[in-house]
Nanobody, 124 residues
């Protein structure tokens, strides 16, 4: 599975962005998907994830209520809608896919396939 992330950019605090992650080479239907981010000098951290059919979602506490993860299996695409952005949301954002289980959705090591990252910068 090849993943291509897009939608990053520069936005002012309080603004919104929508990230997209499109898969090729294989359908995403059989995979859980997640979004992670990594700021300069920091470790990669979990942001959000969705189950194979999109029926279940999980969020980091830091983004809960502001970010929404969704997927459209017909389009082989996963989305991350980010609202009320804060400067601390500044990071490279990565989408990932894998045959994850419930206990590992927040663990980046559980994902097998990764996109190239898209940069999000939130100015104060």
């Amino acid at each position: 599975v090849q993943l291509q992330a897009s939608g990053g950019g520069l936005v002012q605090a309080g603004g919104s962005l929508r990230l997209s992650c499109t898969a090729s080479g294989r359908t995403l239907n059989g995979y859980g998907t997640g979004w992670f981010r990594q700021a300069p000098g920091k470790e990669r951290e979990f942001v959000a994830a969705t189950s194979r059919n999109g029926g279940s979602t999980w969020y980091a506490d830091s983004v809960k209520g502001r970010f929404t993860v969704s997927r459209d299996n017909a389009k082989n695409t996963v989305y991350l809608q980010m609202n009320s952005l804060k400067p601390e949301d500044t990071a490279d954002y990565y989408c990932a896919a894998g045959r994850v289980i419930l206990s590992t959705v927040r663990d980046y090591k559980a994902y097998d396939y990764w996109g190239q990252g898209t940069q999000v910068t939130v100015s104060s």
